[in-house]
């Protein structure tokens, strides 16, 4: 079993920056992918950014420009940075992992979330 523990959200103004961090530990044999989503109260959970093993990186138009997603393999952990917030950034963000367990089998784990809150 894979855990993934977020960290770093918090309360800034518009035009403000914040990083997350997110670090992953457990019976992981590889990490096909990872990625960052949001959930605003009363919205669908939405996809913001991902990053494949190779170092791929696909994020939401809403946010491309301002955010970047990265990794540090050695960590085991996965970066959001996050650059002129908007309001409409507010949401809990959560870290999702798409991995092979040692067992050799293909799962998948979201973290407990961690609240960005970006006022005006």
């Known amino acids: 079993q894979v855990q993934l523990v977020e960290s770093g959200g918090g309360l800034v103004q518009a035009g403000g920056s914040l990083r997350l961090s997110c670090a992953a530990s457990?019976?992981?044999?590889?990490?096909?992918?990872m990625a960052w989503y949001r959930q605003a109260p009363g919205k669908q959970r939405e996809l913001v950014a991902k990053?494949?093993?190779?170092?791929?990186?696909g994020y939401a138009d809403s946010v491309k420009g301002r955010f970047t997603i990265s990794r540090d393999n050695a960590k085991n952990t996965v970066y959001l940075q996050m650059n002129s917030l908007k309001p409409e950034d507010t949401a809990v963000y959560y870290c999702?992992?798409?991995?092979?367990?040692?067992?050799?089998?293909?799962?998948?784990?979201w973290g407990q979330g961690t609240q960005v809150t970006v006022s005006s």
């Open positions: 457990g019976r992981i044999f590889s990490i096909n992918a």
């Open positions: 999702y992992a798409d991995y092979y367990s040692t067992y050799k089998l293909r799962e998948d784990s």
């Open positions: 990053i494949t093993s190779g170092g791929s990186t």
